[in-house]
DNA sequence: TGTACATCAGTGAACGCGCGTTCACTGATGTAC
DNA sequence: TGTACATCAGTGAACGCGCGTTCACTGATGTAC
């Protein structure tokens, strides 16, 4: 931690070439984010060092700290929503994808928990709206399948957007409560918030199912869930 | 938040009241956490400040800075606690009481976001064991009402514990996205925080019950659930 | 009741540090002739 | 193919800042006689 981990000096990138170091800077503050363990301890001058490379050059590629820790964010949303597209790859069953999909959130939250948390917790006072979230790969996969399940007859149909809102706060919470307070007795991670994500989906459908309680809709939604029996 | 705010030169306090200065300090780290937004913006400097008081003097109460972060954090969970207690006060129906307790967890936590947020994103590395969080008035008074309703036949009887854990991760998984990311369209935050909280609820019911669907079991569920129809 | 004295809550000044950012620069890379 | 030159990615040194923390101190508070 105190000794900056200084790489052999770079060559000079040619000249069309500024997106290569770029990239290495996003991916260097990543690493930097993960072994420094908290966002206030990622400077400028530690991510310059670890790419091999003076402070000043990164200022060459971002506007100012702010800019960068943004890119940084943007690089890992993009890694969670491949990380949860190929966790649900060749799985047929649309509710077997989407509980796939949560656990590959929480697996890759936990993973790289500094940038989940720098991420999530970052209140961006300004440029970041709705937009730059809801249109993440992430969403709109989640979003996908929640669509799927709602054409095979597992969720009610409609606007998927508040389910999608309510499944992710709860992977969200399991997931920032196993990286935040890892010495609480929670068993086995992966359980647990295996637990939690089906709990939200499975309660949001019969909270619904509650208002006009027909036990043979209940039976049949059942069926259309475990098919097995 | 650039002039700070030089309270009146304090009167020094008599022989054995050190205590007094310790809540004002306490209580003056959570108002600049509140105003200034941020806990890397709050400074041993800023406290003093605002206390009125200089800075080595905070040093007479807390050894260093962290242990100060602590003391608000622990202050912040006995609020959370009351918070509960009085917002559940002459509910006889504990499921009922469970969902107003859910819900005074998260309109504290939105009214003290970055306490909040400090309280639950910090990994304290130690000294803050699973007893501690354990302890608290909210978690025992959360346990309690599970173990009522588990009495009431509501929940299935056994262990509170792993239950009231889940129930914290969907409290805490929405009220740190509503706090973190208010521009999403959540609609009516005690709404979707209601929403959410009762998925959690009933899905864990309903999953147990998944194991051995007799239509009838359900029934007699809801009918305890819903005792009006 | 009056005086000398011990206590210790709070002070004032200063320390060393790492930070984000700036500036004029250097010299390898690519191009024009 | 060879030379002069423009470009601009990265440099080296420095700036001003606010931070946590320390130290010897001051002087009001409470006590002993």
Request: charged share 25%.
């Given at each position: 931690?105190?000794?900056?981990p200084?790489?052999?000096?770079?060559?000079r990138?040619?000249?069309?070439?500024?997106d290569?170091?770029?990239?290495?800077?996003?991916?260097?503050?990543r690493e930097?984010?993960t072994?420094?363990?908290s966002?206030?301890?990622?400077?400028i001058?530690a991510?310059?060092?670890h790419?091999?490379?003076?402070?000043?050059?990164i200022y060459?590629?971002?506007?100012?700290k702010?800019?960068?820790?943004?890119?940084?964010?943007?690089?890992?949303?993009?890694?969670?929503?491949?990380?949860?597209?190929?966790?649900?790859?060749?799985i047929a069953?649309?509710?077997e994808?989407?509980r796939?999909?949560?656990l590959?959130?929480?697996?890759f939250a936990?993973?790289n928990?500094?940038?989940?948390?720098?991420a999530?917790m970052?209140v961006?006072?300004e440029?970041?709206?709705?937009?730059?979230v809801l249109?993440?790969?992430?969403?709109m996969?989640?979003?996908?399948?929640?669509?799927?399940?709602m054409?095979?007859?597992i969720f009610?149909?409609g606007?998927?957007?508040?389910?999608?809102?309510?499944?992710?706060?709860?992977?969200?919470?399991?997931?920032?409560?196993?990286?935040?307070?890892?010495?609480?007795?929670?068993?086995?991670?992966?359980?647990?918030?295996?637990?939690?994500?089906?709990a939200?989906?499975?309660?949001?459908?019969?909270?619904?199912?509650i208002?006009?309680?027909?036990?043979?809709?209940?039976?049949?939604?059942?069926?259309?869930?475990?098919?097995?029996?």
């Amino acid at each position: 931690v105190s000794a900056e981990p200084i790489a052999a000096r770079r060559r000079r990138s040619p000249r069309g070439s500024g997106d290569l170091l770029r990239g290495e800077i996003i991916a260097a503050a990543r690493e930097c984010l993960t072994r420094l363990g908290s966002a206030d301890a990622v400077s400028i001058r530690a991510v310059a060092a670890h790419v091999g490379v003076t402070p000043p050059s990164i200022y060459r590629h971002f506007a100012d700290k702010d800019e960068l820790l943004d890119a940084v964010v943007a690089d890992m949303f993009a890694d969670i929503g491949e990380a949860m597209r190929r966790a649900s790859e060749g799985i047929a069953n649309p509710l077997e994808r989407l509980r796939q999909q949560g656990l590959a959130c929480v697996r890759f939250a936990r993973a790289n928990a500094e940038c989940y948390r720098l991420a999530t917790m970052n209140v961006r006072t300004e440029a970041s709206h709705a937009d730059e979230v809801l249109g993440t790969e992430a969403f709109m996969t989640i979003s996908g399948t929640v669509v799927e399940c709602m054409d095979a007859g597992i969720f009610q149909k409609g606007d998927p957007l508040p389910l999608v809102l309510e499944l992710w706060a709860a992977a969200h919470g399991i997931a920032s409560l196993l990286i935040a307070k890892p010495y609480l007795p929670w068993g086995d991670p992966e359980l647990v918030a295996d637990h939690v994500l089906r709990a939200a989906a499975i309660g949001h459908v019969v909270a619904d199912l509650i208002g006009d309680p027909d036990p043979e809709k209940f039976a049949a939604w059942l069926a259309r869930v475990h098919p097995a029996g």
